[in-house]
């Protein structure tokens, strides 16, 4: 079983709906919880991190962790086709020098 | 500051070949990381190097040597190609002060082995 589990779509929206992007892990040494965001062709960057359980709201995108579940949410407000790219989570324990990654959610916002 | 940069951009080999992706950073980081993406797979990590004249396996380390050529510098060596490493080949680097361990990437290179 793989520490990070990401559901891989595709997702496809129309352009306006709420996004929901998860991924659940078994490590309950995970910390630090991060969405990178990659366009077709590129390499990945950083979107949103978060540390612990809780919530982190940056423009049209919250992310979520519940800790006590194993499991964390990126939501996309207002979606836009300026959006479309894979999606994955990324989590890390205090002191480590890898990141985790799920495999990746491919989401598309149709105009 | 061009971040993180990798050569080449596609390369084809045939089975057997050697070759050596190269990968530079200009952000003084001391962390550096090569990655390779296959679809359904995400990213597996081949070897990592904490600082400059230390390298580590990583999940997926068979089939590649790497090397800390300097602190701005780490190459990813393939002696003998293998169809099973056709992929796209990430370099990264490690934000040093944060504890999230924030990672920049670079381009990838997209490399088939025939």
């Known amino acids: 079983q793989k520490e990070v589990e990401q559901d891989p779509g595709p997702l496809s929206v129309p352009e306006g709906a709420i996004v929901s992007l998860n991924c659940t892990y078994s490590?309950?040494?995970?910390?630090?919880f991060m969405w990178y965001r990659q366009y077709s062709r590129k390499g990945p960057e950083l979107l949103m991190y978060?540390?612990?359980?809780g919530n982190k709201e940056d423009g049209r995108f919250t992310a979520q962790v519940d800790k006590s579940s194993k499991y964390i949410s990126l939501f996309i407000r207002d979606s836009q086709p300026s959006d479309s790219a894979t999606y994955l989570c990324?989590?890390?324990?205090?002191?480590?020098?890898?990141?985790?990654f799920g495999t990746g959610t491919r989401l598309t916002v149709i105009p | 500051n061009a971040g993180v940069t990798q050569t080449p951009k596609f390369q084809v080999l045939k089975t057997g070949q050697s070759m050596t992706l190269q990968c530079a950073q200009d952000?003084?980081?001391?962390?550096m990381y090569w990655y390779r993406q296959d679809p359904g797979m995400g990213l597996r990590l081949i070897y990592y190097?904490?600082?400059?004249?230390?390298?580590d396996k990583g999940e997926v380390p068979n089939g590649y040597n790497v090397s800390r050529l300097n602190k701005r510098e780490f190459s990813l060596r393939l002696e003998s190609a293998a169809p099973s490493q056709t992929s796209v080949y990430f370099c990264a680097s490690r934000e040093d002060f944060t504890s999230y361990n924030e990672q920049f990437f670079g381009p990838g290179t997209r490399l088939t082995v025939l």
């Open positions: 490590n309950s040494a995970f910390q630090y």
């Open positions: 190097s904490a600082s400059e004249g230390t390298t």
């Open positions: 990324a989590m890390t324990k205090t002191g480590a020098n890898n990141l985790f």
């Open positions: 952000m003084n980081h001391n962390s």
């Open positions: 978060t540390y612990s359980s």
